[in-house]
C-alpha cells in the first residue's frame, strides 16, 4: 500500500470541497471494497476523506410517501428496516443476497454503489485492463469471461457491475442525491448513474470531482410481490452470474431488472410489457443485442430460467 494522507470531514459539502481541492483524493466510508484495492495498489489515493463523522446515516420518509436513505447507512440497517422489509422487499433481498454478514455491517449504501467491478483481469494488474489503465486494452476480450457481460458491452471492456443492492433500486425507480464542492446539489435517476462502457471504461459513474451521495431516494411504494433470485458458483460471498429483481403484480405485469450482465443493472422498460405473456419473451426483449463470450454465452438461457422462477414465485404468492 502506498502513503497517504487522511482527514476527517466534518459536513458533507467540506468532504466534496476536500476531494476537489486534491488531485488524487478519495472519499472513504465503510471502506470495504476502496481497502483491498489500496493494498493491491490497484487503487492509489494521495489523500483519504473520511466521511463517518458527517452524518447522513438514516432512514427517513419524504413528503410524497417514498423514503429517504443516507449515504452512510449500513446495508445491515437498510435491509432490516421495517419500511424497507415491508414496502421494498426486492431491495431488502437484493442486500441480503450480496456479500457477507461481517462486510454489510460496514459496507455503505453510496459506497455500494460506487463499487468497482470483480473482472479478474482488473485484479491482475500483470494484465491488460482498460478499466484499471485507460487503452492499454481488454484481456477479457478473448480470456476467461465466465462471469463477465452479456449485453451493453463494448471491444473496450466486458466488466459487469457488481452491486446487487443497485439491481433493486433500479427496479425500484430510485434516484442518487448528491452535493458538489460549491454546495449545489442534484438527483440523478438510478438509471443513468453508471454509464456503459464504450471507449472510455474507466469512467464508472456520472460523478463529478468532488460530488459526493448524500442519500438515495425511493419513490413511493409500488406494491406487488417482491422476490430477488440470485445465481452464483456457491451458495455464499459470490457475485452474481445472474440475478432478476422482479416487482410482479397479480395480473401478471411488473417490473425486471438484471444483474451479472452488463455494465450497469440492466433493465429495458419496454420489456415489461412482455411480463403477462411470459419469461421467455420479457427475456429476448431485455437480451435483445447480447453480444456473448464463448465462456459466458450460457448467461442468455440461465437468465430466462432465472427470470421464470422470479415470475413463478409472483404468481404463486
Known amino acids: 500500500?502506498?502513503?497517504?494522507?487522511?482527514?476527517?470531514?466534518?459536513?458533507p459539502v467540506g468532504a466534496a470541497r476536500a476531494?476537489?481541492?486534491?488531485?488524487?483524493?478519495?472519499?472513504?466510508?465503510?471502506?470495504?471494497?476502496?481497502?483491498?484495492?489500496?493494498?493491491?495498489?490497484i487503487e492509489t489515493p494521495v489523500h483519504l476523506v473520511d466521511?463517518?463523522?458527517?452524518?447522513?446515516?438514516k432512514i427517513e420518509p419524504t413528503a410524497d410517501g417514498g423514503l429517504r436513505i443516507g449515504a452512510l447507512v449500513t446495508n445491515t440497517d437498510l435491509a432490516s428496516d421495517r419500511r424497507v422489509r415491508r414496502d421494498y422487499g426486492v431491495l431488502s433481498r437484493a442486500i441480503v443476497a450480496g456479500?457477507?454478514?461481517?462486510?454489510?455491517?460496514?459496507?455503505?449504501?453510496?459506497?455500494?454503489?460506487?463499487q468497482r467491478t470483480r473482472c479478474p483481469y482488473f485484479y491482475d494488474t500483470n494484465m491488460p485492463c482498460n478499466k484499471r489503465k485507460p487503452g492499454s486494452g481488454c484481456s477479457a476480450i478473448g480470456g476467461f469471461s465466465r462471469q463477465l457481460a452479456v449485453i451493453g458491452s463494448s471491444d473496450h471492456c466486458i466488466a459487469t457491475n457488481p452491486s446487487d443492492m443497485a439491481v433493486g433500486l433500479r427496479v425500484l425507480d430510485a434516484t442518487v442525491e448528491t452535493v458538489k464542492?460549491?454546495?449545489?446539489?442534484?438527483?440523478?435517476?438510478?438509471?443513468?448513474?453508471?454509464?456503459?462502457?464504450?471507449?472510455?471504461?474507466?469512467?464508472?459513474?456520472?460523478?463529478?470531482?468532488g460530488e459526493l451521495i448524500t442519500g438515495v431516494t425511493l419513490p413511493k411504494p409500488i406494491g406487488g410481490f417482491h422476490h430477488y433470485e440470485k445465481v452464483r458458483d456457491r451458495a455464499s460471498y459470490a457475485f452474481a452470474l445472474v440475478s432478476v429483481a422482479a416487482v410482479i403484480h397479480?395480473?401478471?405485469?411488473?417490473?425486471?431488472?438484471?444483474?451479472?450482465?452488463?455494465?450497469?443493472?440492466?433493465?429495458?422498460?419496454?420489456?415489461?410489457?412482455?411480463?403477462?405473456?411470459?419469461?421467455k419473451d420479457v427475456a429476448g426483449r431485455l437480451l435483445a443485442g447480447a453480444r456473448p463470450m464463448?465462456?459466458?454465452?450460457?448467461?442468455?438461457?440461465?437468465?430466462?430460467?432465472?427470470?421464470?422462477?422470479?415470475?413463478?414465485q409472483g404468481k404463486a404468492a
Open 181 to 209: 464542492p460549491d454546495g449545489s446539489t442534484r438527483a440523478i435517476p438510478i438509471a443513468e448513474f453508471h454509464p456503459l462502457p464504450g471507449d472510455t471504461p474507466h469512467i464508472e459513474t456520472v460523478l463529478t470531482p
Open 294 to 312: 464463448p465462456d459466458n454465452a450460457f448467461k442468455i438461457p440461465l437468465a430466462e430460467r432465472t427470470l421464470a422462477a422470479a415470475i413463478d
Open 99 to 114: 456479500a457477507s454478514g461481517q462486510l454489510r455491517n460496514k459496507a455503505t449504501t453510496a459506497g455500494n454503489l460506487l
Open 1 to 11: 500500500m502506498k502513503a497517504f494522507t487522511y482527514e476527517r470531514a466534518k459536513d
Open 19 to 41: 476531494v476537489a481541492s486534491q488531485s488524487g483524493a478519495k472519499f472513504l466510508a465503510g471502506g470495504t471494497n476502496l481497502l483491498d484495492l489500496m493494498k493491491l495498489q
Open 51 to 57: 466521511v463517518q463523522d458527517i452524518g447522513l446515516d
Open 250 to 279: 397479480k395480473d401478471g405485469s411488473g417490473r425486471v431488472a438484471l444483474g451479472g450482465v452488463a455494465h450497469k443493472p440492466w433493465r429495458v422498460e419496454a420489456a415489461e410489457a412482455a411480463m403477462p405473456r411470459g419469461a
